[in-house]
C-alpha cells in the first residue's frame, strides 16, 4: 500500500510540473495558478501544495526540470578534441535554450534570490566549469579557471537576457557570436600555445591539472593552490 502511495506521488508531481512547464511556456509566471496546473494536471489544488509547499515551491521544480533536460542536451555531445570548440557550442546551446524557452529561462536566470542558487543551476555552472577546465589543461586559458568560469557565466547569461527583452524583429543575429568571440578572445589562446607564454599562463595550465596528481599531500596541495593562483592572478 505504501509503495502504491509513493508511486501516485511520483506520478502526480510529474505531471504537475509537466503541465506547470506548458503554462509558463504558454503564459510565463503568471499563467502557473494552482487553479490553472491542478486542472491541466487532473489533481486536486491540496495535492499541488501537499507535494510542493506553495507556487514557489512549485516553480522551483519547474526550473529544476528545465535544467535537467538542458544539461542533458549539454552533456549529450561527445566532447572533442578542441576544448574551446565545445565552449564555443556550449555557448550558442545555452543561448538557444534561452531564445527557445524564455518564459523558462527568465525563472531560472532573471528572478534569483540574492545569494542563493538552486542545486540544477549549480550543476548547470559545474558543466561550464568543466569545460574551462579542459581549456586550463590544453594550456589555452589566459586567466584563471575562476576568473574565466565567471566571465562565461555573466556575458553568455547577461546576452541572452538582453535578446529575450529585445523584440524578435530587432534582434540583431550576430549579437550572441560577436560577445561569445570576444569572452572567447579574452580567456583563451589560440592552438598552438605560444613558445613562452610567462609563469601566469603556466601556473594556469598546471593549477589545472593539480588534482590529477597524488604526489603532494593534502597540505602541500593547498599551499600550491595558493602559490599558483597568485601566480595567475597576474595574468590579464
Same mark, same amino acid.
Given at each position: 500500500?505504501?509503495?502504491?502511495?509513493?508511486?501516485?506521488?511520483?506520478?502526480?508531481?510529474?505531471?504537475?510540473?509537466?503541465?506547470?512547464?506548458?503554462?509558463?511556456?504558454?503564459?510565463?509566471?503568471?499563467?502557473?495558478?494552482?487553479?490553472?496546473?491542478?486542472?491541466?494536471?487532473?489533481?486536486?489544488?491540496?495535492?499541488?501544495?501537499?507535494?510542493?509547499?506553495?507556487?514557489?515551491?512549485?516553480?522551483?521544480?519547474?526550473?529544476? %526540470?528545465?535544467?535537467?533536460?538542458?544539461?542533458?542536451?549539454?552533456?549529450?555531445?561527445?566532447?572533442?578534441? $578542441?576544448?574551446?570548440?565545445?565552449?564555443?557550442?556550449?555557448? $550558442?546551446?545555452?543561448?538557444?535554450?534561452?531564445?527557445?524557452?524564455?518564459?523558462?529561462?527568465?525563472?531560472?536566470?532573471?528572478?534569483? *534570490?540574492?545569494?542563493?542558487?538552486?542545486?540544477?543551476?549549480?550543476?548547470?555552472?559545474?558543466?561550464?566549469?568543466?569545460?574551462?577546465?579542459?581549456?586550463?589543461?590544453?594550456?589555452?586559458?589566459?586567466?584563471?579557471?575562476?576568473?574565466?568560469?565567471?566571465?562565461? %557565466?555573466?556575458?553568455?547569461?547577461?546576452?541572452?537576457?538582453?535578446?529575450?527583452?529585445?523584440?524578435?524583429?530587432?534582434?540583431?543575429?550576430?549579437?550572441?557570436?560577436?560577445?561569445?568571440?570576444?569572452?572567447?578572445?579574452?580567456?583563451?589562446?589560440?592552438?598552438?600555445?605560444?613558445?613562452?607564454?610567462?609563469?601566469?599562463?603556466?601556473?594556469?595550465?598546471?593549477?589545472?591539472?593539480?588534482? *590529477?596528481?597524488?604526489?603532494?599531500?593534502?597540505?602541500?596541495?593547498?599551499?600550491?593552490?595558493?602559490?599558483?593562483?597568485?601566480?595567475?592572478?597576474?595574468?590579464?
Amino acid at each position: 500500500m505504501e509503495n502504491d502511495d509513493v508511486t501516485t506521488a511520483d506520478g502526480n508531481r510529474e505531471r504537475i510540473v509537466a503541465a506547470a512547464a506548458r503554462l509558463l511556456a504558454e503564459g510565463g509566471t503568471d499563467a502557473v495558478s494552482t487553479r490553472a496546473v491542478s486542472a491541466a494536471a487532473g489533481v486536486q489544488p491540496p495535492t499541488i501544495y501537499r507535494l510542493f509547499g506553495d507556487k514557489q515551491g512549485l516553480l522551483d521544480a519547474v526550473v529544476a %526540470h528545465g535544467f535537467a533536460a538542458y544539461l542533458a542536451d549539454k552533456t549529450a555531445a561527445e566532447p572533442t578534441d $578542441d576544448p574551446v570548440a565545445d565552449l564555443r557550442a556550449g555557448w $550558442d546551446l545555452h543561448v538557444g535554450l534561452g531564445l527557445a524557452n524564455p518564459a523558462l529561462y527568465l525563472l531560472m536566470y532573471g528572478q534569483q *534570490r540574492p545569494g542563493a542558487s538552486s542545486p540544477a543551476a549549480l550543476d548547470a555552472f559545474d558543466v561550464l566549469a568543466g569545460h574551462i577546465r579542459r581549456i586550463a589543461e590544453a594550456g589555452r586559458l589566459r586567466v584563471p579557471e575562476d576568473r574565466a568560469a565567471a566571465l562565461v %557565466h555573466a556575458a553568455g547569461s547577461g546576452t541572452t537576457l538582453a535578446l529575450i527583452a529585445t523584440p524578435e524583429e530587432r534582434r540583431d543575429p550576430e549579437l550572441s557570436h560577436t560577445a561569445r568571440d570576444a569572452v572567447l578572445a579574452a580567456i583563451t589562446t589560440d592552438a598552438p600555445a605560444a613558445p613562452e607564454p610567462g609563469p601566469a599562463a603556466a601556473a594556469v595550465t598546471l593549477r589545472a591539472a593539480l588534482p *590529477r596528481t597524488d604526489a603532494l599531500t593534502a597540505s602541500e596541495s593547498a599551499l600550491m593552490r595558493e602559490w599558483l593562483d597568485r601566480i595567475a592572478g597576474q595574468a590579464r
